[in-house]
T-cell receptor, first 115, second 110 residues
Framework: DAGVIQSPRHEVTEMGQEVTLRCKPISGHDYLFWYRQTMMRGLELLIYFNNNVPIDDSGMPEDRFSAKMPNASFSTLKIQPSEPRDSAVYFC?????????????FGAGTRLSVL | GQNIDQPTEMTATEGAIVQINCTYQTSGFNGLFWYQQHAGEAPTFLSYNVLDGLEEKGRFSSFLSRSKGYSYLLLKELQMKDSASYLCAVRDSSASKIIFGSGTRLSIRP
């Protein structure tokens, strides 16, 4: 399996623009997670899905952030409008489900810079 | 509330042993993970503990004491490639969500 695939790897945009990050989870994994990582705040969970349904979005910072999972193989995280403080690395992770260790597998991340 | 504490930085010598501690206070507990993250890369799974005691996997071992809310990651025969951040993470009562600590940046010197 190719692992979790995220695109783009790098995104540079100007304040006020819309940003869309994309994720393809590992096939067969029932859970998908979006994280944000900064030096100041570390790795923060934004939202997670189970079988394409959002379960917990309490980590989504503001209404400017939204996430969708239209099918089992694709998810998006959208920021509209973007602000400089949104600059961070955004990771997507997937896991097979609440069995045994339920290890999360991370994508390579999207490094977002908002100017 | 949720709180996971680990040292911010540590330094060790190649070939030596280092122990990275983690203490946690969380609402519910369903296991503790250690992840390794090299600079500019994604976190990767290292170990998992759900019962008290020591789990050994090659050069890496992880220990858990649930009554003390405490874990450590032990790295033996350190190699330069072990220079990375080590993230302690606790799975809460939902059994799906895990909360990450801020990570410990480990530097290995020759």
């Amino acid at each position: 399996d190719a692992g979790v695939i995220q695109s783009p790897r790098h995104e540079v945009t100007e304040m006020g623009q819309e940003v869309t990050l994309r994720c393809k989870p590992i096939s067969g994994h029932d859970y998908l997670f979006w994280y944000r990582q900064t030096m100041m705040r570390g790795l923060e969970l934004l939202i997670y899905f189970n079988n394409n349904v959002p379960i917990d979005d309490s980590g989504m910072p503001e209404d400017r952030f939204s996430a969708k999972m239209p099918n089992a193989s694709f998810s998006t995280l959208k920021i509209q409008p973007s602000e400089p403080r949104d600059s961070a690395v955004y990771f997507c992770a997937s896991s097979p489900g609440p069995i045994a260790k339920n290890i999360q597998y991370f994508g390579a991340g999207t490094r977002l810079s908002v100017l | 509330g949720q709180n996971i504490d680990q040292p911010t930085e540590m330094t060790a010598t190649e070939g030596a042993i280092v122990q990275i501690n983690c203490t946690y206070q969380t609402s519910g507990f369903n296991g503790l993970f250690w992840y390794q993250q090299h600079a500019g890369e994604a976190p990767t799974f290292l170990s998992y503990n759900v019962l008290d005691g020591l789990e050994e996997k090659g050069r890496f071992s992880s220990f858990l004491s649930r009554s003390k809310g405490y874990s450590y990651l032990l790295l033996k025969e350190l190699q330069m490639k072990d220079s990375a951040s080590y993230l302690c993470a606790v799975r809460d009562s939902s059994a799906s969500k895990i909360i990450f600590g801020s990570g410990t940046r480990l530097s290995i010197r020759p």
